[in-house]
């Protein structure tokens, strides 16, 4: 059989088609990758392999992508996951030591008061050397011992019974003729002032204070006060 040889301007034609052909190929495995990668996760990888297996990940400037780059980009996620976190960290930290300075400043507005202190050696209360001050001496004591009776109570049984003289002396009632008399104030025998007797007072049956405090123990133990003694006790 003869061989020819094409004419010069047919093999151009044919070679021209030729690439039309291949150009379109490769622009349909264009639009493929296009399409994939836009349905697809924001993740490389899940999208290169969910690409046609012809078509294969890129880099920006077109070439595919090498094993350097996968790791480049794979430092990048790395690094930009680190900063997000030491961010929430560093965030944390500051909300917790502005929460710990508003608690503290909280603290310092509630100012504690302290109660005021006893003047040091402070002179002790002084009172008259009389019937009146007798009286509320005595009450002074009762109260911080617990023995009840009150300054009209005190002084109306002490006017009754020796007129408010610290020294008298009952010497014709029994107890007198029995020896042992009623004295002072109050009018106490020696027996029952041994007995009621308040510690701190004087151990003398006629001392004004002593002989008044001792009566009302004694009244508060048999009557519940002096208040209720109106006669004779």
Request: proline share 6%; with cysteine.
């Amino acid at each position: 059989m003869p061989s020819f040889t094409l004419p010069r301007a047919f093999r151009a034609a044919r070679i021209t088609r030729t690439h039309k052909i291949s150009a379109a190929v490769v622009a349909s495995a264009s639009c493929a990758a296009t399409l994939a990668l836009t349905a697809a996760p924001g993740n490389a990888e899940t999208t290169a392999a969910q690409a046609p297996a012809g078509v294969k990940p890129v880099s920006a400037n077109g070439l595919p992508l090498t094993a350097k780059d996968r790791a480049d980009d794979g430092a990048k996620d790395r690094q930009v996951a680190s900063s997000l976190t030491a961010g929430l960290k560093v965030t944390a930290v500051a909300k917790q030591g502005h929460t710990a300075k508003q608690a503290a400043d909280r603290s310092a507005d509630r100012k504690i008061i302290a109660a005021p202190k006893a003047a040091p050696n402070a002179a002790p209360k002084r009172y008259a050397n009389n019937l009146d001050g007798w009286i509320r001496q005595s009450l002074a004591i009762m109260k911080s011992k617990g023995i009840p009776g009150s300054y009209q109570g005190l002084h109306r049984n002490i006017i009754r019974e020796s007129g408010g003289n610290p020294n008298a002396v009952n010497n014709w009632d029994i107890n007198a003729i029995n020896g042992i008399p009623s004295k002072g104030l109050l009018q106490v025998i020696q027996p029952t002032f041994n007995q009621y007797r308040v510690a701190g007072t004087a151990n003398k049956l006629t001392d004004p204070i002593a002989n008044i405090t001792a009566a009302a123990n004694y009244a508060a133990n048999r009557y519940g006060s002096i208040d209720n003694v109106n006669s004779a006790y």
